[in-house]
């Protein structure tokens, strides 16, 4: 199965928000309210920062948010800090039973 | 606390196998699945699969399994070539989806 589409990169202010898209089909993203998003700092394990398209695990900031429209989730991300510069990665169950991840996205927080 | 203890790295040669342990604490174990991940070398991150407790599954070179005893899951990988190269990750969840306790990752370098 191919990977979801993530923008390789994308950048914002300290205070800015940014959106970060994840582009599926019919069989996983489009069809299923089950998409996640994690982070991921140089060296570390992901972190997972959002579950189920919109659910954030306790202990997350509330300026990570999540939504769906069709196809495509995304991962909005409010007042930009410098500790959020990370890579981003969203994935989603599919019909294959098996869960498909988007190539990452590499987020600078100039 | 919740974490999973992975096992140390591994460099291994190409056609050989290696497996890779994973120990949870602060939970009961037999609730959760436990998922194996993989990461390459400045890529993206891979689903392998994923494992019920005290459950085996064997999927072509990969092999998983989970025992509640020991509360342990192991990642067994055969025939090993580089594109096995990568850190390989254990992942508390009770869904394929949605993962919320990551080990620390286990490097294997496949080298001759």
């Known amino acids: 199965q191919s990977a979801l589409t993530q923008p390789a990169s994308v950048s914002g202010s300290p205070g800015q928000s940014i959106t970060i898209s994840c582009s599926g089909g019919?069989?996983?993203?489009?069809?299923?309210?089950?998409v996640s998003w994690y982070q991921q700092h140089p060296g570390k394990a992901p972190k997972l920062m959002i579950s189920d398209v919109n659910n954030r695990p306790s202990g997350v900031s509330d300026r990570f948010s999540g939504s769906k429209s069709g196809n495509t989730a995304s991962l909005t991300i409010s007042g930009l800090q410098t500790e959020d510069e990370a890579h981003y990665y969203c994935?989603?169950?599919?019909?294959?039973?098996?869960?498909?991840f988007g190539g990452g996205t590499l987020l600078t927080v100039l | 606390q919740v974490q999973l203890v992975q096992s140390g790295p591994e460099v291994k040669k190409p056609g050989a196998s290696v497996r890779v342990s994973c120990r949870a604490s602060g939970y009961t174990f037999a609730a959760y699945d436990i998922t194996w991940v993989r990461q390459a070398p400045g890529q993206g991150l891979e689903w392998m699969g994923r494992i019920s407790p005290n459950n085996a599954e064997f999927q072509g070179r990969v092999a998983m399994t989970s025992d509640t005893s020991s509360r342990t899951a192991h990642l067994d990988l055969s025939s090993l070539t580089h594109d096995d190269t990568a850190v390989y990750y254990c992942v508390r969840g009770s869904r394929p989806n949605g993962l919320d306790v990551w080990g620390q990752g286990t490097l294997v370098t496949v080298s001759s």
């Open positions: 019919s069989g996983d993203v489009g069809f299923y309210n089950d």
């Open positions: 994935s989603s169950y599919s019909s294959s039973n098996t869960v498909i």
